[in-house]
């Protein structure tokens, strides 16, 4: 029973790799949460229910009978009929929320609750900017934040052209009638963007970054199974996989500190000037890296799915991507990857939203609070149920589990209908943009010369564990456009 319990809040508490990789924001250390008003009087939904175990609160419930934290949110808030909800986190009360208005109201809390986020200190460590709360998460996101943003952001520009081209090269040697697994060809894809970028020269050499990527599934995959015991074989293979990480990344900063490099690398230069301890741009590091290979390798994943299995849609934006860049890989395709009034970001909208990619984030306030009408008691969690304001029929209709790029037309204006990477607050992960310009010019240079075509027959299932991935691996063919085949 205890190797379930840790299985099962392992995999509760391993949802945090959507957040991990959108940790990186601006704050404002003056900025004031909602008060408590006069109209904040209503008793929230579940809150005098007692727990369902006295240690292991509702989680042991959650897993057995939903499957995941996102399942079960959907079961609290009614598909987003119920605004506001409750449930007990170990021994500890969480509120959790997911309607507009909440998420309007709550847009100025941006301290993370560190009881919800511990299970992964073994491998990103307590000096994470994950558990930064305060000034000391304002100082570390003002000097992260711009760092993928604006100029920083278009320098990473060549690498995600340089992967494509990559790529394109394997897909030239594949058969019309192979069966391809997505996932294993789009993960390699995300892997090699975020390094190359983010970390450095050290990664052009492949035997590297494939000794930097085995020893992360190894961790990953013990996180995924829980806490080794002391002195296990597990824990074991466990030191020694984080070992190999951190001696990569300590390499990459010794090189950094030499000189060596030509071309300057924002993400990582940032740190190695402004961090006082080797030990933050370690744990930084590993915490970047697991949110990216994750959070973008999934979404690629989830996209060419989709494009797949809607003919029209692939057909639509490849046309688009041919328009708008005339088939060029230079300036005019930068330009069409950062536009947000296109339909290839319709597209990437409408993959995240309907593959729930971001089931949650989770914040607390100093002080009491009010929200849509509900007191909340100072210092308790507060869920941000992402993954249900994704697919609340509330917002959505009936079409919530349809693809539908329309539903995300330029003209109109989500807002607080659609917070993918977090409520729209100061804590919002800035990382969105290096993600959507990754995989927009990426999937812009290969939909040019590919199609996508589903393998019939295949049901494709989605799992909400730590990422939203499918049951099996997706199975396509990739045909040559040139080809005509």
């Known amino acids: 029973m205890l190797d379930f319990v840790i299985f099962a809040f392992t995999a509760v508490v391993g949802l945090i790799v959507i957040l991990l990789f959108c940790y990186f924001s601006g704050s404002n250390s003056k900025a004031k949460p909602v008060l408590i008003s006069a109209q904040s009087t209503e008793t929230i939904p579940r809150w005098n229910e007692p727990p369902a175990h006295e240690e292991k609160g509702d989680l042991e419930v959650m897993m057995t009978k939903y499957g995941s934290l996102h399942q079960f949110l959907l079961h609290l808030h009614d598909n987003g009929r119920v605004p506001v909800s409750s449930f007990w986190w170990g021994k500890t009360h969480v509120v959790t929320l997911c309607s507009p208005q909440a998420f309007k109201e709550s847009v100025l809390f941006v301290n993370r ?5 511990w299970g992964f200190e073994p491998l990103i460590t307590k000096y994470s900017i994950q558990y930064a709360n305060d000034e000391d998460w304002v100082q570390r996101s003002k000097l992260l934040f711009p760092t993928l943003k604006g100029e ?14 990559e790529t394109e090269v394997v897909w030239e040697n594949l058969s019309s009638t192979e069966e391809v697994l997505i996932r294993k060809h789009a993960f390699p894809i995300a892997i090699k963007g975020i390094t190359r970028s983010c970390l450095g020269d050290i990664f052009e050499n492949d035997d590297e970054l494939r000794r930097l990527t085995d020893a992360y599934h190894i961790c990953w995959r013990t996180m995924e199974e829980g806490a080794p ?5 597990r824990e074991r293979l466990f030191l020694t996989a984080r070992g190999v990480i951190e001696e990569i990344i300590r390499k990459i900063v010794a090189a950094r500190r030499e000189g060596k490099g030509h071309q300057d690398i924002p993400f990582i230069d940032a740190m190695l000037q402004h961090y006082d301890s080797d030990d933050k741009i370690t744990a930084d590091v590993i915490s970047f890296l697991v949110g990216g290979f994750h959070t973008s390798g999934y979404m690629i994943t989830w996209l060419l799915w989709y494009l797949a299995d809607n003919p029209q849609s692939q057909d639509r934006l490849c046309a688009e991507i041919v328009h708008e860049t005339s088939g060029g890989r230079g300036d005019a395709l ?16 409408e993959t995240i939203r309907l593959s729930t990619l971001a089931p949650w984030a989770a914040r607390y306030a100093a002080q009491d609070v009010g929200v849509v009408g509900y007191k909340i008691p100072r210092g308790t969690p507060m869920i941000h149920a992402l993954g249900v304001g994704l697919k609340n029929q509330v917002v959505w209709g009936d079409t919530v589990d349809k693809w539908d790029p329309d539903r995300f037309d330029p003209k109109g204006r989500r807002g607080n209908e ?19 310009f990754e995989v927009g010019v990426i999937i812009s240079i290969l939909l040019q010369r590919f199609t996508i075509v589903p393998v019939p027959g295949q049901d494709v299932i989605q799992v909400h564990g730590l990422v939203t991935e499918p049951r099996d691996d997706i199975r396509v063919y990739i045909t040559s456009r040139d080809r005509g085949d």
């Not at 930068?334 to 597209?347: E, F, I, N």
């Open 229 to 233: 015991e002391s002195g296990s074989e």
């Open 152 to 165: 920083d952001l278009k320098s990473y520009f060549p690498h995600f052209v340089q992967i494509a081209l």
């Open 418 to 436: 659609f917070c993918p990477f977090g409520v729209h607050s100061k804590r919002k992960c800035p990382g969105y943009q290096f993600s959507y």
């Open 113 to 117: 609750p560190r009881e919800l986020f």
């Open 334 to 349: 930068q330009q069409y990857a950062l536009r947000t009034d296109t339909y290839l970001r319709q597209v990437q909208d």
